[in-house]
Nanobody, 121 residues
Framework: QVQLVESGGGLVQPGGSLRLSCAAS????????MYWYRQAPGKQRELVAT???????NYADSVKGRFTISRENAKNTVYLQMNSLKPEDTAVYSC???????????????WGQGTQVTVSS
């Protein structure tokens, strides 16, 4: 009943930029914190950035100063602006949302399917 769909991935040269989007749809009352994770081949999933409903953000040290997370609450959408991309940023990027489907429902976690980002010359 709730779907998170990422878009914006692709192939980019080192030093380039990409903007990822993740739109949540379905039966949603409120979304609390939204997250971007990434997983490179053979590596553990890594938390890249988080943003609260009020707009407070946190970043992994590896992306600070290069990536910016933002959101539009009215659109249930979170973004990840990625600048100065490096080959080590290559991974599948997934969004995650902490939300309630109704005023009285428990909070629950939802994940998108992910979008591939490849940084290569």
């Amino acid at each position: 009943q709730v779907q998170l769909v990422e878009s914006g991935g692709g192939l980019v040269q080192p030093g380039g930029s990409l903007r990822l989007s993740c739109a949540a749809s379905g039966n949603i009352f409120i979304i609390y914190t939204m997250y971007w994770y990434r997983q490179a081949p053979g590596k553990q999933r890594e938390l890249v950035a988080t943003i609260t409903r009020g707009g407070s953000t946190n970043y992994a040290d590896s992306v600070k100063g290069r990536f910016t997370i933002s959101r539009e609450n009215a659109k249930n959408t979170v973004y990840l602006q990625m600048n100065s991309l490096k080959p080590e940023d290559t991974a599948v990027y997934s969004c995650h949302a902490d939300l309630r489907q109704t005023r009285w429902a428990n909070r629950d976690d939802y994940w998108g399917q992910g979008t591939q980002v490849t940084v290569s010359s």
